[in-house]
């Protein structure tokens, strides 16, 4: 099984370093699928770190399943030694040294291999008799140094080179031709290659070749990390390797292109071999202030550019309705009416709490507000509930102003008639068949009545005013989302 | 604040608009009682009207239309509830025989009837004839006595004459003195006037000392003055008024005439106007005013030739006067009924002058009764002026009037013969000297 991903490895490589293919797109690619490895070394790297050894060997295993580098199968070793399964351990060392017989390190792990293998021995024995004594199993220490992944190619390709290891820290610089005492020849092969290597300082030397001159390069490997690095032997210098991440993932990175008139280097998280020098990086994603920095890189040096972009002041807004037609009023702006079929409307606020007043004929009115967040846009739906019929109540309203109008009519009519009655009797005139006194009388019963039913109706109507069994409008805030990329960004606030 | 005050307005409004008992409190004793037309007065219910007073019992004959319809006699009682209905709704009924009822009917408190029957409550209604009886002056009684007293020679033939369609014989009518009523009759239509110094004598011709006029007798009016009495006889189609005295035999004689435009004398009225005065005033309606006449200084002359009016003196005239309450004095047609009655209980008479064709509230021919307080010579102004204050176009309150005298004082009694009602006004609008619980 090894043997054969070994083989679907070594098939992918060289597929990768296909002469047909141009430099660029090799580079490109190769880049892509690096970073990808990267990727996922990193990750094991992090849960490792964090003591998560069960997900650190799964997250390694399932790295060397997608690309067949041996590093992962070591890291997943040394994960399973962690966690105590010592035959697991034991499986991924050995597959490793299966996938890479030539491993630098090949004599280490043997060792270790064999350490497990008696450890395994002792275990056995040791769970005989502790299961004899009832004791429990101490467990074992565990050498727990990751191992990095390290690609070395060279423009053009097929170069000779030389791998030494710094194994004495207080070792002088490697001098080419010299003794080097305190640096060890760890490989010796041709580019492009990857090795899996233990930490530490190591010393590249890519041989004349051709008739391009020797190129050298120290190189600091770093525990779960994956090294790329390329020498471009026309020009005779290694170059270095740039990574530029940023807490917004995907965000557009130019590389000496401040003005980002070009297509973007990469996103991030992105990291390329470039020349060595000064270079301009630009990050930039939508929602956020673009960041330029500077960054100097030196020959073979393998830089990480962390960029912490943050959002720009602002927002959208963006509204619909369930309301065929309706209008929006958001602070003292009255915005458009929107009507059925219309794209939702889009306005750029700045970011904060803003007053919303949205209305539709015949529904009540919402009234609130709305955060808008910053750098990204806050979808609401705004449910506007009809408004509850009030025509009995108008009618019960008109009613009762109608009987009370009366009531007051005949009221007024009826003392009118009152004091004529007075005066009259008062004058000695007053017929005791006079009309006026049925007519009054009936008047102040009409004035009675009119005042009762107006009392009821007006009771009625208000307490059909007031009764609304139907809830009222409302808002629903969908999870705030990210600008759309380049090209998607929202329309300009309409409105008036 | 000013909240509650509306509340508190609106709420006093609503408390008192809504009382509807407050109306028959103010109608509870009204000043003004209306009484009810019998069924059988057809017409004109309210066009005469003559009111009898004994031992302090009144009652009120209210006749329907003159010459065709019947009379209805109502009990006033003694105080201020007098009875609605009609005690008496056939008098001058023709069921009986033939009556033309006149529209100036007279009132007998107390009469001996021929028979020798002493009767109370008796009216004088008209002219006709009972079955079976001899035609001449009906008069009928509470008791549903009655009697027929004779007549002149020339109505007792018209009357007698005519066969089933006869010609209405319209007389007028006045009793005087008491406890032996005189009574005096006029006929404008013969141009006759006789008087009967009791109602069982024979009728006395009165013919003025300057012969037969046309339209002599078209009124009448009596007072007595001690122990004699004094007629008055208008004769309006001559613009005079007669007046005639009785002397100790009891004989009228012609004493005095005045004599004006034509119209004079369409109605008459006669009687102190103070209390305690021998000499009565003589009241004389032309249709348009009322002309006040000292009777002794006339009585001191000739009754020929006649005294022109100009000439008579202490002179006063009677007005119709236009206020806010009433207009169309033109058409008032004042005095046509002329009654002296002590309304305020002062124990002066006041001039009642009944004026049918005047504008009540706009109503036209509402009529109303206009009083005057004629306390001495000089023109008099209306003191107080009585209508319906349920009047109704055309009702011409006034066209019959009467004086009825309950308790101490005396009541308007009036009728409307336009709205077929006849009323009675309690309350005068003077300072009353006796005032009852239906003035307040």
Redesign the interface.
């Known amino acids: 099984m090894h043997r054969v991903l070994w083989i679907l490895t070594v098939l992918g490589l060289l597929a990768v370093l296909v002469p047909a293919r141009t430099a660029s797109a090799q580079g490109v690619e190769t880049t892509a699928r690096l970073e990808a490895i990267r990727k996922r070394m990193e990750a094991g790297q992090a849960r490792y770190l964090a003591g998560d050894y069960a997900e650190a060997a799964r997250l390694f295993e399932e790295g060397y399943r997608a690309h067949p580098y041996s590093a992962f199968l070591f890291n997943a070793g040394v994960c399973r030694q962690k966690l105590g399964d010592l035959e697991q351990a034991l499986a991924r060392f050995r597959d490793y040294l299966t996938v890479d017989p030539n491993a630098p390190d090949r004599d280490k792990v043997l060792a270790r291999i064999a350490a497990l293998e008696a450890e395994l021995a002792r275990q056995a024995e040791a769970k005989s008799e502790a299961e004899k004594a009832g004791a429990p199993e101490a467990p074992a220490a565990v050498d727990g140094a990751m191992k990095a992944l390290v690609v070395i190619e060279t423009e053009p390709a097929g170069a000779p080179l030389r791998l030494y290891a710094r194994i004495d820290p207080t070792a002088s610089p490697f001098q080419v031709g010299g003794e080097n005492p305190g640096w060890l020849e760890v490989a010796a092969t041709t580019a492009p290659t990857n090795l899996t290597l233990d930490v530490g300082r190591y010393h590249v030397v890519v041989e004349k070749f051709q008739d391009l001159n020797l190129s050298e390069t120290d190189i600091d490997v770093l525990p779960g990390h994956v090294h790329h690095f390329k020498a471009n032997l026309s020009q005779g210098e290694f170059m270095a390797f740039l990574r530029v991440t940023a807490n917004v993932p995907g965000a557009t990175v130019h590389l000496d292109d401040a003005s980002a008139r070009r297509p973007p280097w990469g996103s991030t998280p992105h990291g390329e071999l470039v020349r060595p020098g000064r270079h301009s990086v630009r990050v930039a994603a939508p929602g956020f202030e673009p960041v330029t920095t500077w960054v100097e890189l030196a020959r073979g040096e393998q830089k990480l550019v962390e960029v912490e972009l943050s959002r720009v002041d602002y927002g959208f807004l963006r509204l619909s309705s369930n309301a065929p037609e309706f209008t929006v009023r958001i602070g003292t702006d009255v915005f458009r009416t929107l009507r059925s079929g219309d794209a939702p409307l889009e306005v750029r606020l700045p970011a904060g709490v803003h007053p919303l007043v949205v209305s539709s004929e015949g529904r009540k009115p919402f009234h609130g507000e709305v955060e808008i967040p910053r750098g990204r846009v806050q979808p609401a739906f705004v449910r506007l509930i009809p408004t509850y019929p009030r025509g009995a109540a108008w009618v019960q309203a008109i009613l009762s102003a109608a009987c009370v109008g009366t009531g007051v009519y005949l009221g007024v009519e009826s003392n009118r008639l009152y004091s004529e009655l007075e005066a009259d009797r008062r004058l000695g005139v007053l017929a005791a068949d006079d009309s006026r006194v049925t007519k009054g009388r009936w008047f102040s019963i009409g004035a009675n009545v009119g005042f009762g039913a107006g009392g009821i109706l007006g009771a009625l109507a208000t307490y059909n005013f007031v009764k609304d069994p139907l809830p009222e409008s409302s808002v629903r805030l969908s999870a705030p989302e990210e600008f759309p990329k380049e090209g998607e960004r929202p329309g300009a606030p309409g409105g008036s | 604040m000013r909240l509650r005050m509306v509340s508190s307005a609106v709420l006093g409004?609503?408390a008192?608009?809504?009382?509807?008992g407050?109306?028959?409190d103010?109608?509870d004793g009204?000043?003004?009682?209306?009484l009810e037309k019998p069924r059988d007065v057809r017409s004109g219910f309210g066009s005469a009207l003559a009111a009898a007073t004994r031992n302090g019992r009144a009652a009120l004959l209210v006749g329907g239309t003159p010459g065709a319809s019947h009379a209805a006699l109502f009990d006033l009682g003694r105080g201020e509830l007098p009875v609605e209905h009609a005690l008496m709704d056939d008098l001058c009924s023709s069921d009986r025989g033939r009556c033309f009822l006149t529209d100036r009917p007279a009132a007998l408190p107390r009469v001996v009837a021929p028979s020798g029957l002493e009767l109370e409550f008796c009216f004088a209604v008209g002219a006709g004839a009972f079955s079976g009886q001899a035609p001449g002056v009906l008069v009928e009684c509470e008791s549903r006595d009655r009697f027929t007293i004779p007549v002149p020679e020339a109505l007792d033939a018209a009357l007698r004459s005519g066969g089933s369609q006869p010609e209405p014989q319209m007389i007028a009518l006045a009793a005087v003195g008491a406890p032996e009523p005189g009574l005096l009759a006029g006929s404008e239509q013969h141009g006759l006037a006789w008087y009967y110094p009791e109602v069982s004598a024979a009728p006395i011709d009165l013919v003025p000392v300057q012969g037969w006029e046309p339209g002599f007798g078209a009124s009448v009016a009596a007072a007595p003055v001690g122990e004699e009495r004094l007629l008055a006889v208008g004769s309006p189609a001559s613009g005079r008024v007669h007046l005639f005295r009785t002397n100790d035999d009891g004989v009228p004689r012609p004493a005095a005439c005045v004599e004006a435009g034509p119209g004079f004398g369409r109605s008459l009225a006669l009687g102190p106007l103070t209390a305690g005065d021998d000499e009565p005033e003589l009241l004389v309606g032309d249709g348009h005013m009322v002309t006040v006449l000292e009777v002794a200084p006339l009585l001191e002359g000739a009754a020929d030739p006649c005294v022109r009016l100009e000439d008579a003196a202490e002179v006063a005239h009677l007005a119709c006067r236009e206020t806010g309450e009433v207009t169309g004095c033109s058409e008032a047609e004042l005095g046509s009924t002329l009654v002296l009655g002590d309304i305020d209980g002062d124990g002066d008479n006041e001039v009642l002058a009944g004026a049918p064709g005047l504008t009540v509230r706009g109503i036209a021919r509402a009529g109303a009764i206009v009083v005057y307080d004629v306390e001495g010579p000089g023109d008099a102004e209306p003191v107080?002026v009585?209508?319906?204050?349920?009047a109704q176009n055309g009702d011409e309150l006034g066209r019959g009037l009467a004086a009825a005298r309950v308790g101490a004082r005396d009541i308007i009694a009036a009728g409307a013969p336009g709205s077929a009602?006849a009323?009675l006004?309690?309350?005068?609008?003077l300072p009353a000297v006796i005032s009852g619980s239906r003035?307040?």
């Open positions: 409004f609503a008192v608009a809504c009382s509807w407050r109306f028959d103010v109608a009204a000043p003004v009682v209306v107080d009585k209508f319906l204050s349920s009602r009323a006004f309690y309350c005068p609008a003035c307040r």
